[in-house]
């Protein structure tokens, strides 16, 4: 585990750089991660991060691209258009979250 100043503030990440501690995240810091890999967040990818943020409370863990896909309805077309790559890591990164299992 590493500490590190992101948007300000510091926070715990991993070898990764992904949060440790899901309760330091923050919408700012959010943004500043999303421009770190070269996203700029509209509307669209706000609903899709705070249906993660909202999921791994009840479920206890990062929701796979799959779970996103259905329970938002968007498409996982849309999903590769919105966080290019490697969405499902991407989004869980953005969000704060830690990688969904299966996640390379």
């Known amino acids: 585990m590493t ?10 990440v991993n070898d990764e750089g992904f949060l440790v501690e899901p309760g330091q995240w923050t919408e700012d810091l959010a943004a500043e991660l999303a421009t770190l890999i070269g996203l700029e967040l509209t509307d669209a990818h706000w609903k899709l991060i705070r249906f993660l943020r909202d999921d791994y409370v009840t479920q ?8 996103v896909s259905t329970r938002t ?5 849309e999903l590769f258009a919105l966080f290019p790559g490697k969405p499902a890591k991407k989004m ?3 969000s704060g979250l830690p990688k969904p299992k299966g996640c390379v």
Request: proline letters at 4%; hydrophobic letters at 30%; aromatic letters at 4%.
């Open 3 to 12: 500490t590190t100043t992101i948007a300000g503030r510091q926070v715990d």
């Open 60 to 67: 206890g863990e990062t929701a796979t691209l799959r779970r």
């Open 73 to 77: 309805g968007t498409p996982v077309k």
């Open 92 to 94: 869980a990164y953005v």
